[in-house]
C-alpha cells in the first residue's frame, strides 16, 4: 500500500470515532458512566438478541452478543426499544481511499430542524435524567469472565484474545476521545479494521443485508429499527 493512502487511512481510523469534523459537542462530565451491568442505566442483554434495520436502501439484520458485551448491546437494544434510531441518519459514509465505515445512530438527525453540519454531535437524552447517557469502553478477551471496562489497549497479545473484533459487517460503537464517550451512535465496518481493535466496542454483526450497508449513502435514513427476539 502506498505511504500516502496509508496516512489518509490511519487519519480517518482517529477521526472517526471522533464524529464530524473530530469533535464532539457533548461530554462524560454530565453524567455518570458505569463500570459493568451491576451500574447499568440500561438492562444488560444476555446471550443473543436480533435486530432489524429498515434502510432508505433496503432491510440490514444484526445480531448482538450480550456475552461478550452485555452493557453495550444492553444499551442498543434499549434505544431500539424507545425507538431512537427510528428517522435517524447516517450522516457519515467512508469508502474512499479504501471502504472503512457507515456510521449513523444520533438522535438529533431526527429532528429535520437540526442542521447537516451538527450531525454527528448528538447523544441519547435519558428523560428520566434529563442528562445524557454514555456508556463505558467495554473490551472482553477469552478466558476471562468479565469484560474489561475503560481500558483501551494496545498489547499485540491483548488484541489477538479479543472475544470480539472488527471484521468486514462488525457492529461497533462511535465515541469521542474519552473511552467512556459511546452513547448512541454506532458504525459498521466495511472492511477488516484491525487499526480500531482494542480502542473501541465491537458489540455484533451484520448477519444479512450487507449488500444493503455496502449501497447506503451519506444522508441515507434509518427508517426503523425493530427488536426481533425478546432480548432484555
Given amino acids: 500500500m502506498k505511504r500516502s493512502m496509508m496516512r489518509t487511512l490511519l487519519s480517518l481510523a482517529v477521526c472517526l470515532p471522533l464524529l464530524v469534523g473530530c469533535s464532539q459537542s457533548t461530554s462524560t462530565s454530565t453524567a455518570s458512566v458505569p463500570s459493568g451491568c451491576s451500574q447499568a442505566s440500561s438492562p444488560c442483554l444476555q446471550g443473543k438478541a436480533n435486530v432489524e434495520l429498515t434502510t432508505t436502501r433496503g432491510v440490514v439484520k444484526l445480531e448482538l452478543d450480550g456475552d461478550a458485551a452485555p452493557v453495550t448491546a444492553g444499551n442498543f437494544v434499549d434505544l431500539v426499544k424507545r425507538g431512537v434510531y427510528d428517522g435517524t441518519v447516517f450522516h457519515r459514509v467512508i469508502r474512499e481511499p479504501v471502504p472503512f465505515v457507515v456510521q449513523g445512530g444520533d438522535p438529533a438527525s431526527s429532528d429535520v430542524s437540526t442542521l447537516k453540519s451538527q450531525y454527528g454531535q448528538g447523544s441519547f437524552i435519558d428523560p428520566d435524567s434529563g442528562q445524557a447517557r454514555f456508556i463505558p469502553l467495554e473490551l472482553s478477551y477469552q478466558n476471562e469472565e468479565e469484560p474489561r471496562y475503560s481500558r483501551q489497549s494496545t498489547n499485540p497479545s491483548d488484541l489477538q484474545k479479543l472475544k470480539l473484533s472488527h471484521d468486514r ?64
Fill in 169 to 232: 459487517g462488525s457492529l461497533a460503537m462511535a465515541r469521542s476521545q474519552s473511552p467512556d464517550s459511546a452513547s448512541a451512535q454506532f458504525y459498521i465496518a466495511l472492511r477488516p479494521l484491525p487499526e480500531l481493535d482494542g480502542r473501541y466496542a465491537v458489540f455484533g454483526r451484520v448477519t444479512d443485508g450487507l449488500d444493503v450497508v455496502d449501497a447506503i449513502q451519506q444522508d441515507d435514513k434509518l427508517i426503523k429499527a425493530k427488536l426481533l427476539t425478546p432480548g432484555l
